[in-house]
């Protein structure tokens, strides 16, 4: 079974711009978990979604948005980047989000200049 | 708020045991987690409690105390291969994963 796929895999932005970042989950998972990571850092959670729902919202500027699409595949933009916004982000799926073993991706390195 | 505090950084010699703490102070509780990194990796599942006490699985074991608010994960046999950033996280009443800041356990030969 293939694992979560997140592309792309490093991106580099300018101050201002927009990203969308993308994750495929697990076949058969319906859940995916967004998180940003940054040195020395715990995972921050920004948001859940489940069967195309938004299910739960981290603490989050609204500049930080999500979707599901029907397939289960999952993007996240940012608009009017900032420097601060430069992280490791990551993926997480799981069948229903209930479970404690979520399955990550590799992650999209975002560096903001 | 929400918080789990666990050490930033733990030394070990190759082949010794190792706990690495949390402690964790969460609205609603539905278990505690472990979860492995290593550099330029992403998190994977290593351990999970919801009852209090001790889970093995192989050279890993994952302890929880409710009333304490307090687990730990212990590894024995350490190899370097172990050398990796350690994190805790419990599911709150949200169902919602909180994290620590995780742990980076260093290995000596």
């Known amino acids: 079974k293939a694992g979560v796929t997140q592309t792309p895999r490093y991106l580099i932005k300018t101050r201002g711009q927009q990203v969308t970042l993308s994750c495929s989950p697990i076949?058969?998972?319906?859940?995916v978990s967004w998180y940003q990571q940054t040195p020395g850092q715990g995972l921050q959670f920004l948001f859940e979604y489940f069967s195309e729902t938004q299910r739960n919202k981290g603490n989050f500027p609204g500049r930080f948005s999500g979707r599901q699409f029907s397939n289960s595949r999952s993007e996240m933009n940012v608009s009017t980047l900032e420097l601060g916004d430069s992280a490791l982000y990551l993926c997480?799926?799981?069948?229903?989000?209930?479970?404690?073993?979520?399955?990550f991706g590799p992650g999209t390195r975002l560096t903001v200049t | 708020g929400q918080s789990l505090e666990q050490p930033s950084e733990v030394t070990a010699v190759e082949g010794a045991i190792v706990q690495i703490n949390c402690t964790y102070q969460?609205?609603?509780?539905?278990?505690l987690s472990w979860y492995q990194q290593h550099d330029g990796g992403a998190p994977t599942f290593l351990s999970y409690n919801a009852l209090d006490g001790l889970e093995e699985t192989g050279r890993f074991s994952s302890f929880l105390s409710r009333s304490d608010s307090y687990g730990y994960l212990l590894l024995q046999e350490l190899q370097m291969k172990d050398s990796a950033s350690y994190f805790c996280?419990?599911?709150?009443?949200?169902?919602?994963?909180?994290w620590g800041a995780g742990t980076k356990l260093i290995i000596k030969p």
């Open positions: 969460t609205s609603g509780f539905y278990g």
């Open positions: 996280a419990v599911m709150d009443s949200n169902y919602q994963l909180i």
């Open positions: 997480a799926s799981s069948l229903d989000g209930r479970s404690h073993e979520q399955y």
């Open positions: 076949s058969g998972h319906r859940s």
